[in-house]
């Protein structure tokens, strides 16, 4: 979502953020300072008086599509300007200077690939684009990380998303960067992938590196990241560890959807249980929960289900979109 701007101010009339409060900086020697940071094109607002600091170890820019986690990353990387405030990576800022650049490890979103190279080739000429001394030697590095190695003689036009994904990576890295940003890397990835990746996240985060990793998938950023920056609309709705915003998300009333091979009987089960606040089976035999109790919620179905010899077929949070989950942020 973007904020809109009246159409002929002079100045545009940025709201006012919470992003500017103590909660929002992260550590007092920041590798990426935020402050005070505004991006609008014409009249729409995409990041309004957005204030963090990150430093070392794997920070999770978290948030819904539009919600300016892609225009952060942007600015960050120097591929664009801000409107108003101030940018330091490094205490210096990042557009227009190169040695800035050259710390960087980007890794978008939009396939921003020649799908007529090899992966190999692409890979070596970020090497060359770098200028680094054995480009031959950071290629094949960089191809052995992400586990490409056999496909890397392969045209990039025939790759999976996945793998795409992989070679990117892969380019970021081959100038052995200290700041890398990392635009939805999951997106398109199969389990093994996945795990693959969020592994590297984590070893990149051990070994020193800045990491900021957006994402609008929850559970996927509690298994790399231990901060999280929660952007909605273009400002920060909540920042620190992902323990404790985890738990005010989960202390919310949450509506959960089963599937069940006896939907009915394992309804009426449940419905005993003081963590359910209201149990309805449709037309479709999916059972819709609310509860108040995420956590026990989510122990006592498959124990309820296996006292009642019913077999649980799904289940998963319907409303735990970050839309729905970011308006209770706000909201608290």
């Known amino acids: 979502m973007f904020?809109?701007?009246?159409?002929?101010?002079?100045?545009?009339?940025?709201?006012?953020?919470?992003?500017?409060?103590?909660?929002?900086?992260?550590?007092?020697?920041?590798?990426?300072?935020?402050?005070?940071?505004?991006?609008?094109?014409?009249?729409?607002v995409a990041v309004s008086d957005l204030s963090f600091s990150i430093g070392p170890g794997v920070t999770a820019l978290l948030g819904p599509n539009g919600s300016g986690k892609t225009t952060s990353l942007k600015m960050i990387s120097g591929l664009i300007g801000q409107s108003a405030g101030r940018i330091e990576v490094r205490g210096l800022p990042p557009r227009g200077n190169i040695e800035t650049y050259r710390r960087f490890g980007l890794v978008n979103d939009v396939d921003n690939v020649y799908p007529y190279l090899t992966g190999w080739e692409f890979v070596w000429m970020n090497a060359r684009l770098q200028r680094l001394p054995d480009p031959d030697a950071a290629t094949r590095r960089a191809v052995d990380i992400v586990e490409m190695g056999p496909a890397s003689d392969r045209r990039i036009g025939g790759y999976s998303k996945g793998m795409r994904q992989r070679i990117k990576l892969a380019a970021a890295l081959v100038h052995d960067p200290d700041v890398i940003l990392m635009d939805e890397p999951l997106n398109g990835t199969d389990p093994a992938q996945r795990a693959h990746m969020i592994e590297l996240i984590r070893e990149f985060g051990r070994q020193g590196k800045t990491v900021l990793v957006s994402s609008h998938v929850l559970v996927e950023v509690e298994r790399f990241a231990e901060n999280i920056l929660v952007i909605v609309n273009g400002k920060l709705a909540a920042a620190g560890n992902y323990r404790t915003i985890r738990n005010r998300i989960d202390n919310r009333p949450l509506v959960i959807s089963l599937r069940a091979s006896n939907p009915r009987k394992l309804g009426a089960a449940l419905l005993g249980s003081p963590a359910i606040s209201s149990i309805s089976v449709g037309k479709d035999d999916h059972i819709t929960a609310e509860t108040n109790d995420a956590a026990t919620f989510y122990r006592i179905v498959p124990a309820v289900a296996r006292q009642t010899d019913v077999r649980l077929l799904e289940i998963e949070a319907a409303d735990e979109s970050l839309e729905s989950v970011f308006s209770y942020l706000v909201e608290r």
Do not use: C, M, N
Request: proline share 10%; glycine share 4%; no cysteine.
């Open 3 to 44: 904020s809109r701007i009246k159409r002929g101010a002079t100045t545009p009339a940025i709201p006012q953020s919470t992003a500017a409060s103590p909660a929002a900086i992260l550590t007092d020697e920041p590798t990426i300072l935020f402050d005070h940071v505004s991006k609008w094109y014409g009249d729409l």
